[in-house]
RNA sequence: GGGCCUAUAGCUCAGAUGGUUAGAGCGCGCGCCUGAUAAGCGCGAGGUCGAUGGUUCGAUUCCACCUAGGCCCA
């Protein structure tokens, strides 16, 4: 019998499995989106609507991606897919950087000894074929992410298209005067023979000799110059001695180079016997110097460094003056409070050297080797020549003290040698001239930053940054397509010159620079304007990479039919202040007065459990590919969704192994509302609904209303955390609990059955549009589930509004206190568990004591009150003081619970214990409810 | 060294214009159920709110400094 009566209960049937297996079912989802052409489906519906435009900073194209990239592209597809959902038209077109010095490094390394000899067509075409392999592997990485957008029509930098953008970009700067060839030290790397981006440079520790030096304090009289200022005419203490400026560096190779030395204008600086000499030094170092080069002996006097400026000194080992000069950069943090300068091969140099006129002087090679300017050192390399150079300070008697330090130092990001500073001829972008920099600064506070810190933090480095230097000495790159005289030496400008150059590269790529000649740019019979030669070269350095990325927004968003410019939302990691929204901005503005951007979002970076970045050599590294494998990209996606991007987040097993809980959660709240809905008829029964199911309806209401304020404020993990806590705490512990009984025992067509089940439809379609941005493989699953569905999609669906007609908040706040009366019970309830007293609570009766106020909510709900605390029986009366041996609670102040065995039999059918049970002679083991339903 | 940022239970996150025992979910522990079952339910234990000073009647919340960590720069 027990088995037939079962026959008769409404239980939940549904394919939907509880294991998601999603490893093997993502794979599948995702043939289904490409086949079926889902995101361009999405896109025609849209087409008419309102923009939202996410412009998609390119990756670089090398390598495999890594746990950063998914956080990227996966927070990029939650916001695209929402917008989207919610109606706008936001085509989300991916892009590569392709161009480059690590792709360029790569191929020279496959060619091993070829390099050299290989010719640079040969060269570049390897390097593109290199590009077109990894945005190949990196396309469907990404795409395994779950990531919609035009795969199918990427952006490339090495397009012929991009690269004439590129080019057409260039001469609008160098239209607008902003382009410049100047010598300026820059960081060179004599390894890989070229100069380095400030983000092409990394900081390493590094051994290098720390030196103190001497330098003579003479006399100009001796040799006869003009009058200038003397030091003993300010300083009559010493008079008739040998006084020497000391100071410190840690590139003695610099000395040769050596034009100047530094004072702080507001540092003093003494003079101290040491021996029979003199030295000076800055005041506030005296007591380090002490001990660091017994400079024990009697101060003499006091001098402001301002007083010092134009006082000459004479280098320790080069028949030069070098003149005392001031600087703010001048620090008591180390050294001797004067500084060496040397303006070919240092930044705060090189200001100074302009400042005072110096010449910009590093008489070093582009291998770092010394060249015939340096005299006796030619041919010799930089750090090989400080050995030298201190045996030379010795003999002199110019060196007080020889160290090695270890401190931390510039090294190439690729082949990561020590890189030096050294003044070369190169390509500038002025951030002085148009006031560009002005201009940017404007610009940087009509966007909006998200975090709000973003905007100091790129409004400090605009503020403070250097011109751009946009030249390269590289083969793999877009050229700076200029024109130079050989007669004069001056550059072809002329707009008819530039703009015909940048079709030939938008028609042919940007290879025709290096197979054509100087001349066949120019028009036929061309002669200089200022000098009439007819002799030309070609400018043959390349563009800094940041340039091609940065002039996107005008390859992109100007040129792709589908977008439009500005763009709404720049997406990147916090680094990217640096690199890409400001190349995008200075690009922007610079040619077309504002910023490409209207919200910049930033992301931080992934670190490991601990908080500490990843590495290979901790072994801490998680990659995307393993966690795909193990968990699916689906847990990825939920890992990026409950993380707070804006500071680093973390991965660990730990996290993923929560995540993987949280998700199992959602999806089994999914499909208990799926088994209970698979003899839904889909009427309309909103009518019918019971209080509680109200109550449903609203927390439902709110759930959305939060959700969707959570999206637009980009605040994902809220979203991740607002569902699995309606799965958890609204649904699977009350309500869908509360409903078994309901959906189970009642008739399955009956208005209370149904009305459940037109809730759990509604939560049901509800919660899937929601969590789509997020877990889109699920949401697609379980969409595939819904019957009377309309959409083939749930991305074709559109974004669940919170229905206003449901909300209701008097009534959440009424059941927030039923919903704590009920906790009350349960604490007793379980008090009786576990002395074996009950064990289902089906199996007890509860008496409730309450307070005046507790007691007349409850009254309203007396027939439904066993139902809500899932008991067989519940009864609630007036406080009525204090009693022995009762539950007494502590959250309401009054309230007591008595728990008894319920009274009857159980009832075979439905479970709860009556003494109807037993009453029918033809049905024995049913209570009168189940009689009345089955009879 | 400079700019910007972060630090609340094992994990992911809330929170307070400064004011009673700092919240949630997960995990953990102890049970119940076996009609969501590689599920479901209940109860419970976990936090000197990074450290130290200061302002204040009162600070985890404001200020300073420090420590740890991160990005960018030198």
């Known amino acids: 019998m027990p088995k037939e009566v079962k026959d008769t209960l409404n239980l939940p049937q549904t394919g939907f499995p509880m294991k998601a297996n999603l490893t093997q079912k993502e794979p599948e989802m995702l043939k289904f989106w490409e086949e079926n052409k889902i995101y361009e489906k999405l896109q025609n519906k849209n087409s008419g609507s309102k923009h939202y435009i996410l412009h998609d900073g390119p990756p670089y194209a090398n390598g495999h991606i890594h746990i950063g990239h998914a956080l990227n592209k996966i927070l990029k597809d939650i916001i695209v897919k929402f917008k989207s959902m919610q109606g706008f038209y936001s085509p989300y077109v991916p892009g590569w950087d392709c161009h480059g010095l690590p792709i360029e490094l790569q191929v020279d390394k496959n060619l091993g000894e070829k390099k050299d ?124 001695k040998k006084v020497f400026f000391i100071i410190w560096t840690t590139t003695p190779w610099t000395l040769p180079a050596n034009l100047a030395l530094a004072f702080h204008p507001d540092f003093i600086y003494v003079a101290v016997e040491h021996r029979d000499e003199i030295y000076i030094v800055a005041e506030g170092r005296l007591d380090a110097l002490k001990e660091r080069i017994d400079l024990n002996g009697k101060v003499l006097s006091k001098i402001s460094g301002k007083d010092i400026e134009g006082v000459n000194a004479e280098h320790p080992f080069i028949q030069r003056k070098s003149r005392a000069v001031l600087g703010e950069f001048v620090s008591l943090e180390e050294g001797t409070g004067i500084v060496h300068i040397a303006p070919g091969h240092g930044e705060d140099d090189y200001g100074i050297g302009l400042k005072y006129g110096l010449d910009i002087y590093a008489p070093v090679d582009d291998k770092g080797k010394f060249t015939k300017q340096a005299g006796e050192l030619e041919g010799e390399f930089v750090f090989k020549a400080n050995a030298v150079i201190i045996e030379t300070l010795k003999n002199k008697n110019a060196l007080i003290k020889e160290e090695k330090i270890t401190h931390s130092y510039p090294h190439c990001w690729r082949c990561k040698k020590p890189v030096i500073f050294r003044a070369t001829e190169q390509w500038f972008i002025s951030v002085e001239h148009n006031n560009l920099r002005g201009k940017c600064l404007e610009e940087i506070d009509r966007v909006n930053w998200i975090p709000t810190w973003g905007r100091d933090r790129i409004y400090n480095m605009v503020s403070s940054r250097p011109d751009w230097c946009i030249s390269r000495q590289r083969a793999w790159g877009v050229p700076i397509t200029l024109i130079r005289c050989e007669g004069c030496g001056e550059f072809v400008k002329k707009d008819s010159v530039l703009d015909a150059i940048t079709k030939h590269i938008e028609e042919n790529g940007a290879d025709i620079w290096f197979m054509k000649k100087a001349e066949d740019f120019l028009p036929s019979g061309y002669k200089c304007e200022k000098c009439s030669s007819a002799s030309f070269s070609k400018e043959m350095d390349i563009l800094d990479v940041w340039f091609d990325s940065g002039v996107s927004h005008a390859a992109v968003m100007k040129k792709n039919p589908k977008l439009s410019w500005p763009a709404d939302i720049y997406l990147e990691g916090s680094d990217q ?160 609990d509360i409903l078994k009984d309901r959906l189970y025992t009642f008739k399955s067509d009956s208005k209370e059955r149904r009305a459940a089940q037109w809730v759990l439809n509604r939560i049901l379609l509800t919660m899937t549009g929601l969590m789509a941005p997020v877990i889109s493989f699920t949401a697609e699953e379980i ?41 009350e019970i349960n604490k007793a309830l379980e008090i009786k568990r576990q002395n074996k007293f009950i064990g289902n609570s089906l199996e007890a009766k509860v008496i409730l004591y309450l307070p005046e106020k507790a007691f007349n909510l409850l009254n309203e709900y007396k027939e439904f009150l066993p139902a809500l605390f899932i008991v067989s029986s519940a009864e609630a009366r007036q406080a009525a003081g204090k009693m022995d041996g009762v539950y007494e609670s502590e959250e309401i102040k009054g309230m007591s619970v008595i728990v008894e065995r319920a009274s009857g039999k159980k009832c075979e059918r439905c479970w709860n214990w009556s003494t109807s049970v037993g009453t029918y002679s033809n049905a024995a083991e049913l209570c009168h409810r189940c009689y009345n339903v089955i009879k």
């Not at 992410?145 to 298209?161: H, I, K, N």
């Not at 901005?585 to 930033?602: D, E, F, I, N």
């Not at 209080?691 to 759930?703: G, K, N, P, S, V």
């Not at 991740?720 to 512990?733: A, G, I, K, Q, T």
């Open 117 to 240: 000899r290989v010719d640079i067509l040969e060269k570049r075409k390897l390097c593109k074929e290199y590009a077109e392999k990894f945005v190949d592997i990196q396309r469907e990485e990404f795409k395994r992410l779950g990531v919609m957008g035009d795969w199918a029509e990427p952006y490339l930098t090495m397009s012929y298209g991009y690269e004439g953008t590129i080019v057409r970009e260039f001469s609008e700067f160098v239209k607008k005067g902003y382009v410049y060839k100047g010598k300026k030290p820059v960081h060179w790397c004599p390894s890989c023979v070229t100069a380095l981006a400030e983000a092409e440079v990394e900081y390493a520790d590094k051994e290098s000799p720390s030196v103190f030096v001497k330098f003579e304090v003479k006399s100009e009289a001796a040799s006869g110059g003009s009058p200038r200022r003397e030091l003993k005419d300010i300083l009559p203490e010493i008079a008739g």
């Open 783 to 823: 969409w595939r589930f819904i019957a009377g569905k309309k959409e083939e999609s749930v991305f074709l669906s559109p974004f669940p509004k919170a229905d206003e007609k449901y909300l209701d908040p008097a009534l959440e706040d009424k059941w927030a206190k039923l919903i704590a009366i009920r906790n």
């Open 577 to 736: 202040h640096r690199g890409w929204f400001q190349s995008s901005l200075l690009a922007s503005v610079g040619t077309k007065g504002t910023s490409p951007y209207k919200t910049v979002l930033t992301h931080g970076f992934v670190m490991d459990g601990s908080g500490k970045k990843m590495s290979k050599s901790l072994g801490n590294v998680v990659a995307p590919q393993e966690v795909i494998k193990a968990n699916g990209a689906e847990i990825l996606r939920l890992w990026v969704s409950a993380e707070d991007y804006r500071d680093d987040v973390r991965i660990s097993k730990e996290i993923i192994d929560r995540l993987t809980e949280a998700y199992r959660k959602i999806r089994n709240t999914a499909r208990f509302l799926l088994g209970n809905l698979s003899d839904f008829d889909g009427k309309d029964y909103s009518n019918d609904l019971l209080e509680i199911d109200r109550w449903a309806m609203a927390r439902l209401q709110t759930l959305t209303a939060k959700i969707t304020s959570a999206y637009e404020r980009f605040d994902f993990h809220e979203v991740y955390h607002l569902l699995h806590n309606f799965c958890v705490v609204d649904m699977s512990s009350f309500y869908l």
